[in-house]
């Protein structure tokens, strides 16, 4: 598929078929997603595709199934073949006057084109091989054989470049694809066994030699190496990787071996996440691609009754002779291919998203790479974006009736589970600490985005006594009289009660109506030092709170000043931090005060963003995914950070930064501006040119070659300009 006619044609055949609920031909990646009713055939939809021209091959599974369609290389392109011996032909007979000589030329360098034509015909589909066709005929019936040779050979290797530019476009894309290996080697009963990557299995152990590629995610379970983790997140330097570090499938083992404990399947790997994304983008086109769709259905039909009212009414009308007319009305069908107009966007966004997702920058389609260039606002998530996100404890205060130990024990029982960076920080400091969780069951937990988590666990108590949580007091007294060495089923004489533990910010802990009475000053002591604090509820008892400590990052301010360079309107801060500590970050990277939104929920966070969309219309939300979803969601781009080996962020943002750099921000908003920018030189050089072209012909200064090499020239053009936008963001 050379040029959006072909998506076109393809299209339109196959949704006249009675087994066909739907179908999206994407040329970009020469891919068809087709719908089928419950009793359609595929056998016969493939057919009807094999008919108009084009060979048809199912998508597999794994990494190739989110690849563009396999590519010939272009020097086993047949059409090359043709054309070469056209155009000797062609030369030949231009030399020696023979029109045999020509008629040759036009059958090598016209077969494709003329095979095109006759399929697009039976199915009245009006394309450029049909145009180019009716060309041709019209000119050799007027005795201009020269003209006719020259066009189509002019046409047909226009034809084979343009098809070798979308393969080398779609090449880039499946070299992504490709990443991560088919096979790994795994631990089985003590030997290596080659699998493939689909059949490991969570749990297993796969040896990655020096070299080879990573070929699932896990965790380093032995060995230390440097990984290249440039394919997937576009970081020049290697990463040092070492006992319990994490690895990721496609990024490249450098100098030692590692054994890596497998964490995720093959299908839910970073890499895997990141194909689904890409495939995704392809169903994010953007509105200019959409309009140039629409615009070029109207477009190729309105310009050939225009040609066809030029052959017939000058004359009739005693303007010129017949000849003369006619041989305009040809120049204007070649100069009717909307193909450059209709190439002039997909190939631009198809080349801007391969370079950005080799560059560790993943935007999910052509409709948030225009967002990103009209940007005018921006809002920041304070934790892991503005600032490091590596917290640790600093400080904890218990009540009258419990010790630091006992606070901490009971807040890394309840946050054992999540990825949030506070709950992070606390469990590290109960290691750090040598306490040991509880051995209680855990009936449920519930998430409260961006405030805290609520834990309910189950314990077994001999009535009427109190139970604590493993060696936590409780007034003083020790629960004695249940074994948490056994399951709690064992102990049927026990009663079973509920706890309910909170672990949250101020504005969680005061929803919930919980007493600060007796650790108030303490609270606003610590809050004080610009930190993050949070408390610790037992049944609706403040029983302590824990002081977190965070770093602002080096290229913060820096990375603001940047965007305020670009134009930038706005910059916000929105957190569900304290007030004092998110003034104390805006101060220490340059933000305006005014701007600074402090003890937010995720709904919070959302109105903001859709008060600042009405204001600028354009807005994009900076976070790091993991309780940012909404507001992600709900900016005109949402951004996340460091999003390699985090699924929510994979999953919600429009763009995700695979490596956590805060500084790509700005490349992203300036990728996006230089794509629109050469979407627009691209749609001007297009219907610019051919508007010159069409009014020479209609002086009757233009003739055949000059329409072909103007029409075909301008879409080499184009494609040659679009390929520009996927240079390093």
């Not at 392109?77 to 020696?96: E, K, N, S």
């Not at 297993?204 to 699932?216: A, F, K, N, Q, S």
């Not at 650790?519 to 030092?529: A, G, I, K, M, T």
């Not at 930064?657 to 030189?681: F, K, N, Y």
């Amino acid at each position: 598929m050379d040029c959006g006619s072909c998506a076109a044609k393809i299209e339109h055949v196959v949704s006249a078929l009675d087994d066909v609920e739907t179908v999206r031909v994407d040329l970009a990646l020469a891919r068809m997603k087709v719908e089928l009713r419950d009793d359609g055939d595929a056998t016969r939809l493939a057919g009807a595709v094999r008919a108009l021209g084009f060979t048809v091959a199912e998508l597999g599974e794994g990494a190739t199934r989110h690849a563009p369609a396999p590519q010939k290389p272009i020097w086993q392109d047949p059409r090359l073949a043709a054309v070469g011996i056209g155009v000797v032909a062609m030369v030949l007979g231009a030399i020696t006057q023979s029109v045999p000589l020509y008629v040759v030329a036009i059958a090598l360098g016209g077969f494709y084109v003329f095979r095109n034509a006759l399929s697009s015909a039976r199915h009245l589909h009006l394309d450029i091989n049909v145009l180019m066709t009716i060309a041709v005929l019209g000119a050799m019936v007027i005795g201009e054989w020269f003209e006719a040779a020259t066009v189509v050979v002019l046409f047909a290797f226009a034809e084979w470049l343009e098809g070798a530019s979308m393969t080398r476009a779609r090449r880039a894309i499946r070299d992504l694809m490709e990443l991560a290996p088919p096979m790994a080697r795994v631990l089985r009963g003590g030997a290596e066994v080659e699998l493939g990557a689909d059949d490991v299995v969570i749990d297993d152990v796969v040896v990655v030699r020096p070299g080879e590629r990573v070929p699932l995610d896990g965790l380093v379970r032995a060995g230390e190496s440097d990984v290249d983790q440039s394919p997937l997140t576009g970081e020049s330097v290697p990463v040092h990787k070492a006992v319990g570090d994490e690895v990721f499938a496609g990024t490249v083992n450098t100098v030692g071996t590692l054994e890596v404990r497998v964490t995720k399947p093959a299908s839910d790997s970073t890499i895997a996440h990141v194909l689904r994304a890409i495939e995704q983008a392809q169903e994010n086109r953007s509105e200019s691609e959409r309009f140039i769709e629409r615009f070029a259905r109207w477009y190729t039909p309105a310009v050939v009754a225009i040609a066809v009212g030029i052959a017939v009414l000058p004359p009739l009308l005693g303007g010129g002779d017949w000849h003369e007319w006619f041989y305009r009305a040809l120049v204007m069908l070649v100069i009717a291919c909307p193909c450059a107009l209709v190439i002039a966007t997909p190939i631009t966004t198809v080349s801007a998203l391969a370079g950005a997702a080799r560059d560790g920058l993943l935007i999910k389609g052509g409709r948030y790479l225009e967002e990103l260039g009209a940007i005018r606002a921006l809002v920041f998530d304070k934790t892991g974006t503005l600032t490091e996100g590596l917290l640790s404890v600093h400080e904890v205060v218990g009540s009258a009736a419990w010790t630091a130990d006992d606070v901490l024990e009971v807040a890394a029982f309840a946050e054992q589970q999540s990825e949030h960076y506070i709950a992070r920080a606390i469990v590290r400091e109960t290691v750090h600490r040598e306490i040991s969780p509880p051995a209680h069951r855990m009936r449920r937990v519930e998430a409260h985005p961006g405030a805290g988590v609520e834990a309910h666990i189950d314990l077994c108590v001999k009535a009427p006594m109190i139970a604590g949580i493993g060696r936590i007091k409780i007034a003083h007294q020790h629960d004695h009289n249940c074994d948490h060495d056994h399951d709690l089923d064992e102990h049927a004489s026990h009663a079973h009660e509920e706890a309910r533990i909170l672990v949250g910010t101020r504005t969680l802990l005061e929803r919930f109506q919980i007493d600060f009475t007796g650790l108030d000053d303490e609270w606003h002591r610590l809050e004080s030092h610009g930190s993050t604090v949070v408390g610790v509820t037992r049944d609706d008892e403040l029983i302590g709170i824990i002081e977190c400590r965070d770093t602002v990052r080096a290229t913060a301010r820096d990375t603001l000043e940047a965007l305020r360079s670009m134009g930038i309107a706005e910059i916000h801060l929105c957190t569900g931090d304290n007030a004092i500590a998110a003034a104390s970050l805006a101060d220490s990277v340059g933000l305006d005060p005014n701007h600074v939104h402090a003890g937010l929920f995720p709904e919070d966070k959302v109105a903001i963003l859709e008060t600042l969309r009405a204001k600028f219309g354009h807005v994009a939300m900076v976070g790091d995914g993991i309780n940012d979803a909404p507001a992600l969601a709900a900016a005109s781009v949402g951004i996340a950070m460091g999003a390699a080996g985090t699924d929510v962020a994979l999953e919600t943002a429009h763009v995700a930064l695979m490596e956590d750099r805060l500084e790509r921000v700005p490349s992203a908003i300036r990728l996006g501006r230089s794509t629109v920018r050469i979407i627009r030189q691209n749609v001007i050089l297009a219907l610019g040119i051919k508007a010159v072209v069409f009014g020479l012909a209609t002086a009757g200064v233009a003739t055949l070659w000059m329409a072909i090499a103007a029409d075909m020239g301008t879409s080499l053009l184009v494609i040659a300009n679009g390929l520009r936008s996927g240079r390093r963001a």
